[in-house]
């Protein structure tokens, strides 16, 4: 009988008993980072300050699969472990976990946490303005102080699914970063302002947004929500966001659900939400910009395009739109557009606060290099600009736009030019401190 070999079964990396040795706590980064680059461990981003692994199976802990793992570190060796043992992002294939595996799982993690560990009959609990639920429970095991945190959705204890469980792992006595929106902290107006950083060619960034991957899922929005929450002050991560926006691998969020869940995510942490540009925001939108690129067309030698031929029954698909769209023609009618200078100007006066903007795109018009999504939808960060004066007016004004997108190291900080960067947007706000 031909036997199943998991592939976690052959890790040779268990985060549990590695950790349990008080020494491995103080071991710098770049060791571990080197030490375990075999198991799928690698940095973040160039700062070097997180060592993360997106590979499922790469590692265990105390014999159980971890699907993600972040490590935070600072001056004086690792702060916290984040471990992922169950995301629905990244569970594509097995159609979910009912609460049957879901109950097995979180009494397989109680027991490892603590010699008899259980999850007990009342666990902390958070119902979320979605209908789902957040639960958490916390032990001590030697050296380490262990958080468990879990989401649900459903109401019957029979109907439940989850949506992700995380295991935390701090040393003892160490610095905790807040549990949750609720309980956290806030950075200040003056603190973000801090932030900024300006060069002499001109570059104005945002320095200190944190960097999150994340790999394969359709979470851009998430990803990048849990950038900004994590920047504030909140310990939040995209699988508590994306439970609260209904985000799922299959898809993703569109950027308008994104949208209210991000105002709604921000209210929570006492954070104001506000719209810089708003590009397709009605059907008279689509409308107009049909008409304006037709206009522009002519000019360019280009066909034309019939918002007929885009509908279906009562809808109008947005995204087949912009694809029959060139994009030549697309840049030369933005510049046209008046809401060109809202959105530079949007985006300079955030910048300067220590703001990140999000960014609705489409990618796929303007070329970008290393992305591993191609086209489509996306959400990312604006984080910066860059300033020159225009040979022919002599005016300072923005030539180029400095942005980031969650998918780990080497896309910390990336520049487009201001007129393509505008040709590609959909929508521009931010979330900032009251």
Known sequence: MLALILPFLLSTCDLGTHFANPDAWSQPAVDFAVDHQKDGFGFASQKRDIVNCMKRGACTWHGLEVWETRIYYGADGATRIEMSLYNRGDDKNSGGLDSEGLKKLLDDIAAKAQPGGKIGANPEKKKLKTGGYQFSKKWNKGDCDIDLVWGVNGVKEKDLTADYVRVTMHPKGGAKVKASAKSGGIVSKTKTKANVKKNTDGDVWIDNVPMVDQGQKGYCAAATSERVLRYYGFAIDEHEIAQAAGTTARGGTSIAEMKDAVKAVGSKC??????????????????????????????????????????????????????????KVVKKMRMKDFRYK?????????????????????????????????????????????????????????????????????????????????????????????
């Open 270 to 327: 006492r954070l104001g939400y506000q719209e810089i540009v708003t590009m397709t925001g009605s059907f008279q939108d689509i409308e107009k910009d049909i008409e304006l690129y037709n206009k522009t067309a002519k000019t360019e030698g280009e066909s034309e395009l019939s918002l007929n031929s885009f509908k279906r029954g009562n809808t109008v698909n947005v995204g087949e739109i912009i694809a029959a769209m060139k994009p």
């Open 342 to 434: 809202k959105f530079m100007s949007g985006v300079k006066a955030q910048v300067d606060q220590g703001i990140p903007v999000f960014w609705g795109v489409t990618l796929g018009m303007f070329p970008e290099r290393g992305l591993p999504q191609v086209a489509g939808g996306h959400i990312r960060l604006i984080i910066g600009y860059v300033e020159g004066k225009d040979p022919k007016t002599k005016k300072t004004e923005i030539k180029e736009i400095l942005y980031t997108d969650s998918w780990g190291a080497g896309h910390e900080l990336k520049r487009m030019p201001a007129d393509w960067a505008f040709a590609i947007t959909h929508d521009a706000f931010y979330l900032k401190p009251l």
